[in-house]
């Protein structure tokens, strides 16, 4: 699979839960595989914005933090971020 790279990986765990069930029900259950996807974009966005811009996230949803100028300069890919935006 696409995500299995991430299965050993110490502290990814979640995330790679979420990309493998996303991944795993994409053609059989959509509305969970699409959940699984959000979830996992929205655990890779906190561990990115934590680690890149503030540590402080508490209260701040994905999108207060997918419009946060820093984060867009930090990530300086307009489509990443767009793609972000779509999950």
Not at 28 to 47: G, W
Not at 72 to 86: E, Q
């Given at each position: 699979?696409?995500?299995s790279?991430l299965?050993?990986?110490?502290?990814l765990e979640?995330?790679h839960?979420?990309?493998?069930?996303?991944?795993?029900?994409?053609?059989t259950?959509?509305?969970?595989?699409i959940?699984?996807?959000?979830?996992a974009?929205?655990?890779?966005l906190?561990?990115?914005?934590?680690?890149?811009?503030?540590?402080?996230i508490?209260?701040l949803?994905?999108y207060?933090?997918?419009?946060?100028?820093?984060?867009?300069?930090?990530l300086?890919?307009?489509?990443?971020?767009?793609a972000?935006?779509?999950i």
């Amino acid at each position: 699979m696409n995500f299995s790279f991430l299965e050993n990986k110490t502290g990814l765990e979640v995330f790679h839960s979420y990309c493998s069930a996303a991944e795993n029900l994409a053609m059989t259950n959509h509305d969970v595989s699409i959940t699984a996807a959000r979830m996992a974009m929205e655990y890779m966005l906190k561990l990115l914005y934590g680690a890149a811009i503030s540590p402080e996230i508490a209260g701040l949803s994905a999108y207060d933090m997918l419009c946060d100028p820093d984060l867009i300069r930090y990530l300086d890919d307009r489509a990443l971020v767009d793609a972000f935006h779509y999950i």
